[in-house]
């Protein structure tokens, strides 16, 4: 079964520094999501992207973040300068269809800001 | 404000009784319904899915919905101690939510004892 690949699944840096999060959707997917969730807490929702751009974003995506899709494979989440709140699991998602449909997840990046 | 709500557990039942998940949510247009099960340090796993009104059962698990009550629920039969883990309820709320954002619930967490 196709699988949302995520790498790295740990990520340890230090608060300021830059971080990027990878993740190869699904190879037919057209929409592509990245969620986060704090130790203990709810799965929150980041930014939607479609058509080479953002689709959606929630006040958690301020400007620190960015994403971006460089070539027809990857789909990337940028943190400019982390903070230690930012450390939380990041999960990638994409979709084949319009509106909501059957999200398949990646397994996830641990980021653990110190 | 949206809001997705779930009993927050911790629910523990013996093997092979019914486990009994509910969920209710803000917004009276949500269309769609999602059942995701996730285990500790894991990615959510979609289990379920439903859309209209009334029963839907896939194997061991029933989803239930009542729009008019804004609620849905997860009945799981046969317990086994494998089913343990933290559910989610996930609705795209509001009629902007094209595209795919997801509201997530607090989650509960199940536990299956032998």
């Known amino acids: 079964e196709p699988e949302v690949t995520q790498t790295p699944s740990h990520q340890v840096t230090q608060m300021g520094q830059e971080v990027i999060l990878r993740c190869v959707p699904i190879s037919n997917h057209l929409y592509f999501y990245w969620y986060r969730q704090i130790l203990g807490q709810k799965v929150e929702f980041l930014v939607s992207f479609y058509n080479n751009e953002i689709s959606e974003k929630s006040e958690i995506f301020d400007d620190q973040f960015s994403v971006e899709r460089p070539d027809g494979s990857n789909f990337t989440l940028k943190i400019r300068s982390t903070k230690l709140e930012d450390s939380a699991m990041y999960f990638c998602?994409?979709?084949?269809?319009?509106?909501?449909?059957?999200?398949?997840f990646g397994s996830g990046t641990r980021l653990t800001v110190v | 404000q949206k809001e997705v709500e779930q009993n927050s557990g911790p629910l523990s039942v013996p093997e092979g009784a019914i486990a009994s998940l509910n969920c209710t949510y803000s917004d009276r247009g949500s269309q769609s319904f999602f059942w995701y099960r996730q285990y500790s340090g894991k990615s959510p796993e979609l289990i379920m899915s439903i859309y209209s009104n009334g029963d839907k059962e896939d194997g061991r698990f029933t989803a239930q919905l009542n729009k008019a009550s804004q609620y849905v629920s997860l009945l799981i039969r046969d317990s086994q101690p494998s089913d343990s883990a933290t559910y989610l309820c996930a609705v795209p709320l509001g009629r902007g939510s094209t595209l795919g954002r997801l509201y997530f619930g607090r989650g509960t967490q199940l536990t299956v004892w032998p």
């Open positions: 998602a994409s979709s084949g269809g319009t509106a909501v449909k059957r999200y398949t």
